[in-house]
C-alpha cells in the first residue's frame, strides 16, 4: 500500500532514494546536490522539549539561540518539561537570556500541555496540516515553527516552509528566479521534489549557510534552461 505523502518520513525510504527523487525530476536541485556533496538532514527529540527550543531559537542567530538555551537548561536542572519550566520565575528565564515575549509563549505552551489543550500523545500518526492547526494553539507557535517540528522532530519529508527566509534566498539566486519571488513560483518549483520536499529545502538551507555560489552559465550549460 503506498505510503500517504504527507506522512512519509525519515527512516521510510534511503539517502540514496530521496537524493534520486529530487534530482530526477529537476536538474538544477540535482547539480547543488551534487555540490553540496552531503546529505544529513536529521530528526528526533521530545516533543515538547522540541517546541520549547523552537521558541527559544525564533529569530536570532544560532550561535546566539544556542548559549541562551544552554544556560536555560543550567538553569532547569533536570529535564525540559512544563512541570519544570513551571518551577522557574520570571527572572531565572530573563537571566537565561530569554526575553519577556518568549516567557509568555514559554508560559503558554507549559499551561496549555499540562491543562491537555495541547495533547502531543499521538501526533506522530496525524497529517502534516492537522499538526500544523494543533500546534499553533500556542501563542508564538507559528505556521514557521510547527513546519520546522515537522521537519525536525517528526522527520517528515514532504514539508514546504514557504515563508522561510533562507530557503527563499537559495531558491532565487540558485534557480536564476527574475522578478517578484512568489509563493505561486516556489511551489511550482518545489513540486518537483515531491514527495521529498523537506530534503530539496535543506539543500538550499546548506547553499545558503555555505554560501554556495551560483553556477555560473558555462556549468549550468547541461541543465536546461526554465522560466520561472
Known amino acids: 500500500m503506498r505510503m500517504d505523502s504527507?506522512?512519509?518520513k525519515l527512516g521510510h525510504i534511503s539517502t540514496d532514494e530521496i537524493l534520486s527523487g529530487i534530482s530526477g525530476r529537476d536538474p538544477i536541485m540535482g547539480e547543488?546536490?551534487?555540490?553540496?556533496?552531503?546529505?544529513?538532514?536529521?530528526a528526533g527529540g521530545g516533543y515538547f522539549e522540541?517546541?520549547?527550543q523552537a521558541i527559544v531559537y525564533q529569530q536570532i542567530s544560532g550561535k546566539a539561540a544556542e548559549s541562551i538555551y544552554n544556560r536555560f537548561l543550567e538553569k532547569l536542572g533536570g529535564p525540559v518539561t512544563?512541570?519544570?519550566i513551571g518551577k522557574l520565575s520570571d527572572e531565572d528565564l530573563r537571566s537565561?537570556?530569554?526575553s519577556p515575549q518568549k516567557i509568555r509563549y514559554l508560559r503558554d505552551l507549559s499551561s496549555k500541555t499540562l491543562s491537555g489543550e495541547l495533547d502531543l500523545n499521538g501526533i506522530e500518526s496525524m497529517p502534516n496540516s492537522d499538526i500544523v492547526r494543533k500546534l499553533t494553539i500556542v501563542n508564538g507557535i507559528?505556521?514557521?515553527?510547527a513546519q520546522m517540528f515537522l521537519i525536525f522532530t517528526l522527520g517528515r519529508l514532504n514539508v514546504l516552509p514557504l515563508n522561510d527566509v533562507g530557503f527563499r534566498n537559495a531558491l532565487k539566486k540558485?534557480?536564476?528566479i527574475r522578478g517578484e519571488l512568489t509563493d505561486r513560483k516556489i511551489t511550482r518549483i518545489a513540486s518537483k521534489w515531491a514527495p521529498y520536499m523537506s530534503a530539496g529545502v535543506w539543500i538550499l538551507w546548506e547553499c545558503e549557510n555555505?554560501?554556495?555560489?551560483?553556477?555560473?552559465?558555462?556549468e549550468r550549460s547541461h541543465v536546461p534552461a526554465t522560466e520561472y
Open 142 to 145: 507559528g505556521t514557521w515553527s
Open 32 to 42: 547543488l546536490a551534487r555540490r553540496i556533496g552531503y546529505f544529513r538532514l536529521e
Open 174 to 176: 540558485h534557480y536564476s
Open 82 to 84: 512544563p512541570e519544570n
Open 6 to 8: 504527507e506522512k512519509l
Open 50 to 52: 522540541s517546541l520549547v
Open 210 to 218: 555555505t554560501k554556495l555560489p551560483a553556477s555560473s552559465p558555462r
Open 96 to 98: 537565561s537570556g530569554i
